[in-house]
């Protein structure tokens, strides 16, 4: 009962070291010590249900912390259903480890596994969830560098590896060669990727400038939660008026004259090209700034459907090239099974309308500079802001709306804007780009494309950043190689856990065999 207790308290801990390494924390080493806790939890486990029990608490550990930020504007409910459903995918990823952890090489195998139950899982269901991945725990660590070479996929294998190295040299009986290696290569895959030499000045080519004035106006909400944008009006005024001071601060020489402006993902919840008092509005803070404005709209798709885009907006000519937002929110942009849902729960009732996926990259010629555009929650997937980066954005934009999902009194420094900023951090080593992060309550920033922030501003506060970014041309390893180190690390996971299954049905077959001949012997005596 005791070891029960243990293995079970182990497991809830090892899920909730994980998360230590996400913001507000982002204590990144600890991450580590929790793939090895949760390891050693397994290898003890006697049985199969043990195991997926050990799992599951570890989800349990993880995503509740991690997920925390859905109680404002979602409610405990929602909140507890997200935690419940995604720690699921650490019962799989158990299940899967618990042969896995017999092979000889078994820290090796343990790291293939956790990739490829993230690919998994950034897949399934309804497009996937991949928030929270182990990779983007790392934003201001060593293993950071790795992004630059393979993506966030090898960001996590480092993790997945050294925690499995981790867990090797803890289970020796007693301290031998093998032991000290295992500490030898933890130690090597921590502090290598430091050797990785990461970009931060812009460049030329074609003569292309190496640099841009890029302004991100906050104009804040009127009002928090789900019914945030009740106020449509009230949405777009504020970011006007944020915009026509960054305009008299321009004329006052107060601050650089900006090359474009980004403003965020639901700056505008009516369509603009057709409500003629937003059209009118985005008109006036183009005219007085004077340059293009990326705004972000809701548009009409049909009668029953909408948008999410990102539209440029010239002074002259007005709306302009468009991005339409790809990777949508189940249960959030759109509504499954909604006879069901709203049955369940009123409050989906506000999703009166279900968004439609776009089908485009998001590279976007703003002030004749190639732009990579992202919106919110497409930041965590792979595919899009590759895509966007590869389409020729030689600068990276996420247009986001965290207003849903903070509260009052939030430091920013938490929650998922600041998980969001952490994501981002990452894509800019990734693929060696500037990043512009324009959010409607917080966090707005500029990020370096060695991942640093240069620039942030507070949440729940009117504010602009407007500062001189670097733009890049070359792609970095990781863009040349794209999909393929996920695809070959997840794939080698499938051959593992075959080849543990079959490991373990052979051996099962060779201890019955040995039951049947010591029964035979037995009688025969």
């Not at 992060?437 to 707005?444: C, E």
Request: glycine share 10%.
């Amino acid at each position: 009962m005791a070891r029960t207790l243990l293995r079970a308290a182990s497991a809830l801990l090892s899920g909730i070291a994980i998360w230590t390494s996400f913001p507000p924390l982002r204590w990144w080493p600890v991450a580590i010590l929790g793939v090895a806790a949760l390891t050693l939890s397994l290898r003890s486990a006697p049985s199969w249900k043990s195991a997926a029990g050990a799992g599951y608490l570890a989800g349990i550990g993880f995503w509740i912390p991690l997920m925390s930020f859905l109680r404002g504007g979602f409610g405990f409910a929602a909140w507890g259903a997200v935690a419940a459903f995604e720690s699921l995918w650490f019962l799989l990823l158990a299940l899967a480890l618990r042969p896995v952890l017999r092979l000889r090489w078994w820290p090796l195998a343990t790291a293939l596994l956790w990739i490829g139950e993230e690919f998994l899982r950034d897949r399934l269901p309804f497009g996937g969830f991949p928030w929270g991945r182990l990779a983007f725990g790392q934003a201001n660590g060593p293993l950071l560098h790795l992004a630059s070479l393979g993506g966030a996929p090898l960001v996590g294998f480092g993790v997945a590896l050294a925690g499995g190295l981790l867990a090797y040299a803890a289970a020796s009986k007693r301290p031998s060669m093998r032991t000290f290696v295992a500490l030898d290569v933890v130690a090597l895959v921590v502090a290598g990727p430091l050797l990785i030499s990461l970009p931060t000045a812009g460049t030329t080519r074609g003569g292309a400038p190496a640099s841009a004035v890029v302004a991100a106006i906050q104009g804040n909400v009127p009002r928090l939660g789900l019914e945030a944008f009740a106020q449509k009006r009230a949405v777009t005024a504020n970011h006007l008026a944020e915009t026509e001071q960054l305009a008299a601060a321009v004329a006052e020489q107060r601050a650089p004259a900006p090359d474009f402006v980004v403003w965020p993902e639901n700056s505008d919840d009516l369509d603009p090209r057709t409500d003629v008092v937003s059209h009118v509005a985005i008109n006036q803070a183009s005219a007085a700034i004077g340059v293009p404005i990326l705004i972000g709209a809701v548009i009409d798709a049909d009668s029953t459907h909408v948008q999410n885009a990102g539209i440029v907006w010239s002074p002259t000519a007005g709306p302009g090239q468009m991005y339409l937002k790809r990777h949508l929110v189940p249960f959030g942009e759109y509504l499954p099974f909604r006879g069901l849902m709203t049955a369940i729960s009123g409050r989906f009732n506000l999703i009166a309308k279900d968004f439609l996926p776009g089908h485009r990259a998001g590279t976007l010629s703003i002030a004749g500079i190639p732009v990579a555009d992202t919106i919110c929650f497409e930041v965590a997937d792979d595919a899009v802001v590759r895509q966007a980066v590869t389409g020729g954005g030689r600068l990276l934009v996420v247009q986001t709306n965290n207003a849903s999902y903070e509260q009052p009194g939030d430091s920013g420094n938490g929650g998922e804007t600041a998980q969001q900023l952490a994501i981002a951090q990452l894509r800019a080593v990734e693929h060696g780009r500037a990043v512009v992060v324009a959010a409607t309550s917080g966090v707005s920033a500029m990020i370096a494309p060695n991942g640093s922030i240069l620039a942030r501003t507070a949440v729940f506060q009117p504010a602009m950043l407007d500062r001189r970014m670097p733009l890049r041309d070359p792609r970095t390893i990781a863009d040349r190689v794209g999909p393929w180190p996920e695809w070959l690390l997840s794939t080698a996971a499938g051959l593992v856990l075959a080849l543990a299954y079959r490991r373990r049905r052979s051996l099962t077959r060779a201890d019955a065999l040995d039951l049947n001949s010591t029964v035979t012997v037995t009688q025969s005596v």
